[in-house]
């Protein structure tokens, strides 16, 4: 049975009643995959299947924890914008690289919706209670890939 989080193609996950699954930095048994990325266990961590919206968040994190975004063309879009865009196109500065390295560390999941079509929007809250929402879309050959990625202020 789907949770309220269930989006259409979508597939649940066993144990994750909610639809809240796979986003490193989770609690286990509140969306967290044991040995994902953001969970302190270093390179060898399990990932989610390749080609789902979770391996695509899951492998940019860990490209940001490391600060090698090599290959970032798997996870990312090629018709990316913003932040997404600049991180395929190895745009970024080394200043962003060495930030982004405590941005990506202890995310949680706060929301996730359709985004239209064949779309996803993930909302992920790090430690420092900035937002960082993934769009993410199936694309030919239906793999998901992150189309855009925004990290805002967390203060209201």
Known sequence: MAGAGAVAGVPPI????AGAVGIP???????GIPGG????QGQGQQ????????????????MAETGDYSGADEVISKTAKGLAGSIR?????SSQVEAYKTTFKNLNMTNRKAAGGNA????????????????VSKEEG????????????GKK
């Open 14 to 17: 066993p144990g994750d009643p």
């Open 25 to 31: 930095g989770a609690p286990p048994g509140e969306g």
């Open 37 to 40: 990325p953001g969970q302190g």
């Open 47 to 62: 990932l989610a299947p390749k080609g789902t919206w979770e391996y695509a968040i899951q492998r940019l994190m860990q």
């Open 89 to 93: 196109s190895g745009d970024l500065n």
């Open 120 to 135: 996803l929007q993930v909302t992920l809250q790090n430690g420092q209670k900035q937002f960082l929402q993934f769009t």
């Open 142 to 153: 239906g793999t998901f890939r992150i189309k855009d990625l925004v990290i805002r202020d």
